[in-house]
């Protein structure tokens, strides 16, 4: 059986290896990208070019869209001669772009106001880099009506890796909202890399072997491992994912809070050194270059320490990721909860996904259920305890003159629980200070 | 009569004014500073020069230490040949300097190790610039014994305004710990105002015009109506208050807070701004420098928006610094309450200081008189409406790409407030965020 044809527009990092992919695996793919140099990228790589969004468009029956934000994707939608207007009828419309679930609902209306109420809209942002793009093996949160999602499904199943296509209930919307809370733990950890390895070069750590230790405790986040080789690379212009793009997904973030009057206090606080540091000139810059706002020069020209206080020096920073995770999983799970997004479900596509964190998996797991405790079980740590931690981490990092944003902040948020009266308990309970 | 010999340490920006102030009341100062040319500044001012410490001290009853920070304190005072070990008996010594109240009453403690339970040691820190210094004006927040208190009274007056003397009740740390609470607004507010002038560029706002109207209104603080000239003329290197000053002083206030483990999140962003500007070799710069952290060029190169958009932005400037001039009034009052500190002498004091603001003044004294109410009178705001606004705020900050990062993390202590079931309450509320 030949397999349809499939519309594409914004062929960047993750849309060139998305359409490839599908490309390898038979379907004829017409992609369309603003800038010509990518479109003949895409030819080579074997591709149908498209040269307007029309030619993507006409006559075909799935359409794929992954620009890099809702303003782009209004555009490429609703503009004239765009996309809508060449699609054929019930065509199978996917919208990859992560945008806010305002934006993907407002995209419906727009459809209906059209006309054009017979196009078949999926809200199905996806996550995993560039290299899981490009493998078929990215996360892939849909939601839509029924009828929608089953004829989009086989299509988002070749780009998604087969226990990561995720169909959300809830319609169209809900995948961005899982997307977005997904996100917070995205924003938050990606930071999170790069205040651990700077902190770490300001206590005089060896990079390397700091990054393997972080890797191998509880203290992992997928982030982490994922932007450490660039980050030691100083690998800042390979396209992979700039601060711009992380920046966008935070104000995404932010503004629905805002909309919805509930704290992110990590987020906002990582969004703002973002912010920062494009106002710096870093956006174009991967990600992984943030390290640069705790650190001034390369991490490998960090002197290394001797190895008697490397060790307790290590575990500060083990201690630092350890207190920032388990705040971040409990802010992500709050509003996650407070948005009603199927949070068994959230559960699993983020373990398995970008905002993936050791913490998150087994602390995150229980204020998901609600084992939050009056007392900490033996064994477990209580917000007093990870508190005292962070404070020792805070103190040593002030003493160094390193900025730790995120630090201060989760310990701020550790206090503020502790006021609230539930030092005592086990540490999962810092979720309660976010409200019911 | 005349006037008895004073030995004098730290002839830095304060320093020398205070002493050559002192001079001109026809004190005989002796005056030493690490910095031979501090020395034959003082002498062409008509001080008397002091080579060593041990001349400074030698034969001197009353001695004042205006070092920059308690490590130099510790080594004026007790290293060899220092003052401590040249006073004679029943010496009064005034340590003006800024320190932890931990520190001041470390002092007394090793003045009793070594024998010198005799001296008369008085912490008295101060406040209110180099030109008050200069003027004999500033505010000094003084705690000793009663007999210490009424040795020092006359010098300490003579530096001081005749309503800015504070004798602090509660001895040796009290009024370090007064000038603590007080640089909690002082802290918040030198970045408040760079934040609010950066935001008003970013705007497209005349900066002398918005300045203005900041200073007639209800979000005036002093910080902004003395940093604005310095700001607006990037006058950065008069010496008069650097960045690593400021970031001294969140570091007493900070520290202390973890001691106690009270939340400080305002506070706390700041330090971590002025921080990140260290890194970045802003610190020896004016602190009004921190407008950069904000706005990329000079303010006087923001484009002048015409006068309809003009009257809406100016609003949203006064907006961002009332919500953050609540929140730093409530995190201040909190935690001056929670350390026991006199709270009618602490809002006297601020209201006449450098941490004053229009908001302090007003809903400040409210907080302190615990006049918060159940539901918001007449006339007055409620958490829900200052969060309304800073909401708006903070998404057209967004919109611009421009830091916001006191106003965000304002606007998520209010969310929190909301959160736990004040948000209908006056606005004072925002306090019991922090706690009983």
């Known amino acids: 059986m030949s397999k349809p044809s499939i519309g594409f527009v914004g062929l960047g990092a993750m849309g060139f290896g998305m359409a490839t992919h599908l490309v390898k695996q038979g379907y004829p793919v017409h992609g369309f990208d603003v800038f010509p ?6 030819k080579a790589a074997g591709g149908i070019p498209a040269y307007s969004l029309r030619e993507s468009a006409e006559g075909k029956n799935y ?13 490429v939608l609703f503009a004239e001669d765009g996309i809508v207007q060449h699609l054929p009828q019930n065509a199978v419309l996917m919208l990859c772009s992560t945008v806010s679930s305002m934006y993907a609902q407002s995209v419906v209306a727009e459809l209906q106001n059209r006309g054009r109420g017979d196009i078949l809209f999926v809200d199905s942002p996806v996550s995993g880099g560039a290299l899981r793009a490009a493998n078929g093996t990215l996360s892939i949160m849909a939601g839509a009506s029924d009828e929608a999602l089953n004829a989009a499904r086989d299509i988002l199943q070749e780009m ?14 809900a995948g961005s909202n899982m997307k977005m809370v997904h996100q917070v733990l995205a924003a938050i950890h990606i930071l999170g890399a790069s205040e651990a390895m700077g902190f770490a070069a300001q206590l005089g750590l060896d990079a390397p072997v700091m990054a393997q230790k972080i890797q191998a405790s509880d203290a992992w986040t997928w982030m982490h491992e994922n932007r450490f080789p660039r980050m030691v690379e100083e690998d800042w212009n390979s396209g992979a994912s700039a601060v711009t793009i992380i920046l966008k997904d935070a104000g995404i973030i932010t503004t629905t809070a805002r909309q919805q009057r509930f704290p992110t206090p990590l987020c906002s606080t990582a969004e703002q050194i973002y912010l920062s540091a494009l106002l710096h000139g870093w956006g174009p810059k991967d990600d992984s270059a943030m390290v640069r706002q705790y650190y001034a020069r390369p991490l490998s020209e960090a002197s290394v320490s001797p190895a008697a206080d490397a060790e307790a020096a290590t575990e500060l920073v083990l201690d630092l990721m350890r207190g920032v995770n388990l705040v971040a999983a409990a ?6 909860r407070h948005l009603k997004v199927d949070l ?13 964190s050791k913490i998150f998996i087994e602390q995150g797991l229980e204020m998901i259920e609600g084992r939050i405790g009056d007392k900490a079980p033996a064994g477990s740590e209580s917000v007093d305890q990870v508190a005292a931690k962070l404070e ?17 902040a989760a310990l701020n948020v550790l206090f503020m629980t502790q006021r609230h009266g539930s030092g005592a308990q ?6 309660r200070v976010y409200g019911q």
């Open 426 to 431: 086990s540490s999962t309970s810092v979720i």
């Open 160 to 173: 998604s890796d087969e226990s990561k296509l995720y169909l959300v209930p809830g319609g169209v919307g």
């Open 392 to 408: 020792t981490v805070v103190q040593k990092a002030r003493d160094l003159h390193c900025p730790l944003h995120l630090g201060n």
């Open 331 to 336: 802010e992500a799970v709050a509003f996650a």
């Open 63 to 75: 359409y794929i869209v992954m620009v890099a934000s809702s303003p782009q994707a209004q555009a």
């Open 37 to 42: 140099a990518s479109i003949e990228r895409f």
């Open 344 to 356: 068994s479900m959230f559960h699993t596509l983020v373990s398995q996904a970008a905002g993936g």
